[in-house]
């Protein structure tokens, strides 16, 4: 068990460009999600994925934002025209299972500097 | 909806005192409520998790937990606070009829001093 990967660890960009990350989840998990972490504040929900299928957005992910998930595998998450409010950390997190056996396990994260 | 409030930003103990770190819920029903760990420049690491099968709840590394419906508490506790402790500590709740999305707490960080 690799647990969940993100690449890359940290990117810096310029206002206006697009960028994209990938998050690897635990093989067997499911469900894939991913969530935004800016300084000094808890994650927050931005997406999930059940298999290939995206079963609910948060009304944080402006339509810059897509997420992916094509074979039920990997995720991607791209934010096109970057804005220096998107600087933030990038999580992604899986899990399987239903009620309470449903934890969600996190990856290192993606810091992302829009400058 | 759902929430999360966690009480005080910032917590410091002197190694070998007890930690105690607050955490309050909002909820229409029962939830299901977390404590993560975060250690600089790295992801959440589950702590423990309540699930109503006990109110109090043991977790990694000397953590524990007790759910209180009355007072729509869900405080983690540790008896002798460890100089490794010292990290982002994230309380999070979650609805226990149907839905994955898990709402967090805005974190606390725990300082220990030698």
């Known amino acids: 068990d690799t647990g969940v990967s993100q690449d890359p660890r940290h990117k810096i960009t310029k206002r206006g460009q697009n960028v994209t990350f990938r998050c690897d989840p635990i093989s067997e998990h499911n469900r894939l999600y991913w969530y935004r972490q800016t300084l000094g504040q808890g994650p927050e929900f931005l997406t999930y994925f059940q298999n290939e299928a995206q079963l609910e957005k948060s009304r944080l992910l402006s339509d810059r934002f897509s997420a992916e998930r094509p074979k039920g595998s990997f995720s991607t998450l791209e934010i096109q025209r970057t804005e220096q409010g998107d600087s933030a950390m990038y999580l992604c997190a899986s899990s399987q299972g239903w009620g309470s056996q449903e934890t969600q396990y996190f990856g290192p994260g993606t810091r992302l500097l829009v400058l | 909806a759902q929430s999360v409030t966690q009480l005080g930003s910032h917590v410091s103990v002197s190694e070998g005192a007890l930690v105690l770190l607050r955490c309050n819920y909002s909820?229409?029903?029962?939830?299901?409520l977390f404590w993560y760990v975060q250690y600089p420049n790295q992801g959440l690491q589950l702590l423990l998790k309540?699930?109503?099968?006990?109110?109090l709840v043991k977790g990694i590394n000397g953590f524990e937990a007790e759910f209180k419906k009355s007072e729509t508490s869900f405080h983690l506790t540790k008896p002798s606070a460890h100089m490794s402790d010292a990290a982002e500590y994230f309380c999070?709740?979650?609805?226990?009829?149907?839905?994955?999305?898990?709402?967090f707490g805005a974190g606390t960080r725990l300082f220990v001093k030698a």
């Open positions: 309540y699930t109503s099968a006990a109110t």
């Open positions: 909820s229409s029903v029962p939830p299901y």
């Open positions: 999070a709740v979650r609805g226990a009829q149907g839905g994955f999305k898990t709402i």
